[in-house]
């Protein structure tokens, strides 16, 4: 409802443009006394704001930190980087995964090989212990 209220009462509001989910990105003309506004409007069925539905690109636009907004060649460029770590992420979990399966578990107490250790390496106090028999000095 507040999106028709700014609708109607806005009539110096220019597009500036859109990114690639739909959005749109306006900018709302100040008076004299007034600044400028920049406001956006989500693209879909779902018009609530998500978290992370917005560019990093046009949010610093709304915020002010920078002053043209985004091309869309910055926007397909960011997509296609963000692609690009997605698929060396998934490619590194998989190498990662068949390292795994061939390292041998050595010394680790689950492993049969630590059971098979001589008794005499083995230095345990568990059947000499007296609980009062160690003094400090």
């Not at 690109?57 to 692609?83: C, F, H, N, S, V």
């Not at 060396?88 to 041998?104: D, F, G, I, R, Y």
């Amino acid at each position: 409802m507040s999106w028709l209220i700014r609708r109607l009462l806005s009539k110096s509001r220019q597009l500036v443009g859109t990114d690639l989910s739909g959005n749109q990105y306006f900018e709302v003309i100040g008076g004299p006394d007034r600044r400028s506004k920049r406001i956006v409007e989500t693209g879909g069925k779902n018009s609530d704001y998500m978290p992370g539905s917005i560019p990093v690109e046009w949010e610093a636009w709304l915020r002010g930190k920078r002053l043209d907004p985004p091309t869309l060649e910055e926007l397909m460029e960011r997509e296609q980087r963000a692609q690009l770590l997605a698929r060396k992420v998934t490619e590194l979990q998989e190498k990662e995964a068949q390292m795994m399966l061939h390292k041998p578990e050595v010394g680790h107490a689950s492993t049969a090989a630590y059971d098979k250790m001589d008794g005499k390496d083995q230095m345990s106090t568990g059947n000499e212990f007296q609980p009062a028999s160690w003094k400090p000095k």
